[in-house]
């Protein structure tokens, strides 16, 4: 039977925007050292915006753009949006693609027109090809905290997109909340290094780490979970379920997928990350009154 401390301590959680699934989290988040984010959704708003467009010399910009989106429109990752809500604004007409693929944590392989794309992160489209394709200026942008998006065809790369996520406006104040709780906060992205480093300052989380691939969430998870006695991963995406189920507690955001918000343990309504360190205080207060 569950106690009335525990009663009272998730009707207290549901009054703050807090869902407790159950009275086994509250003893869990009352033991919690770390706590595991991740980047895009979580701690930033998860609507990247296109900031700037390099298209290789000799190319049709509107031509190279207008390819990118057709194949961008068949994958619903939220950067793949992002490039065709602003080729679409540029009055693009897209294309049908014969054949598409996602390659979930890594881009888009698609043949439009006979043309075989290639479209996502560096290490997708090749590492030393896209390292060499104006290489200052994407230096630049990734240290500005932006994401880089090559698009190749059998001739190369032919453009880079720069989008920028923001990083959500509650951020900061929920992470410096945590750090006065002694809790340990790293970042998981599968972002390039660059990129993650910039966006994991703004966000002042302790570490991060990046390029971490979907299955690659999980091990990370474990070795926190061996290096800190009780873990929490905050996720909103379905890439993050498998984690959120791993973690000692699975926190979704509340307007996260269906799958983060069932496999989670605590829910936070409205995205609100500063119920993370309300939800542990209230743990704490029931411990005390169990004990
Ligand atoms: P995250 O949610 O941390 O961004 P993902 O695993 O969804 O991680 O994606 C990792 C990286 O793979 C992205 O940062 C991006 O560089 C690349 N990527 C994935 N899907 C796409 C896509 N449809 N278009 C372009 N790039 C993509
Ligand atoms: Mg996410």
């Known amino acids: 039977s569950i106690m009335p401390a525990t009663l009272s301590a998730i009707s207290n959680g549901a009054r703050h925007g807090i869902l407790f699934k159950g009275g086994a989290h509250l003893e869990n988040l009352s033991n919690l050292k770390a706590i595991a984010f991740d980047k895009t959704g979580t701690l930033t708003k998860g609507k990247p915006e296109v900031t700037d467009v390099i298209v290789r010399e000799g190319l049709n910009a509107d031509e190279v753009l207008a390819a990118a989106a057709s194949i961008e429109s068949h994958s619903n990752h ?8 602003h080729v679409k604004d540029g009055g693009a007409v897209l294309k049908q693609p014969e ?7 890594w881009g888009v392989r698609a043949v439009l027109n006979g043309v075989e794309w290639k479209i996502g992160k560096a290490e997708f489209v090749g590492k030393e090809e896209a390292g060499a394709f104006a290489e200052g200026a994407a230096a630049k942008l990734a240290h500005e905290g932006k994401t880089i998006v090559y698009a190749a065809n059998e001739e190369g790369i032919a453009a880079i997109l720069a989008l920028k996520d923001t990083v959500r406006d509650i951020t900061v104040k929920a992470l410096d909340l945590l750090k006065k709780q002694d809790i340990y906060t790293i970042m998981l ?7 993650a480093k910039a966006i994991a300052s703004e966000a002042h989380v302790d570490q991060y780490v990046a390029e971490c691939l979907p299955d690659m969430k999980v091990d990370e998870l474990k070795k926190l979970m061996s290096r800190f006695a009780s873990v929490a991963m905050v996720g909103d995406g379905i890439n993050d379920a498998p984690a959120l ?17 069932e496999t989670a343990d605590v829910v936070l309504m409205k995205n609100d990350l500063t119920r993370i ?11 005390r009154i169990v004990k």
Request: aromatic share 0%.
């Open 277 to 287: 360190a309300e939800a542990i205080s209230i743990s704490k207060r029931m411990n």
């Open 99 to 105: 054949s598409i693929e996602d390659v979930s944590g």
């Open 245 to 261: 189920a791993t973690a000692n507690v699975g926190i979704a955001m509340g307007e996260g997928t269906d799958v983060a918000l």
């Open 189 to 195: 992205t599968g972002d390039s290094e660059a990129t």
């Open 78 to 85: 939220p950067l793949a949006q992002a490039i065709v809500t």
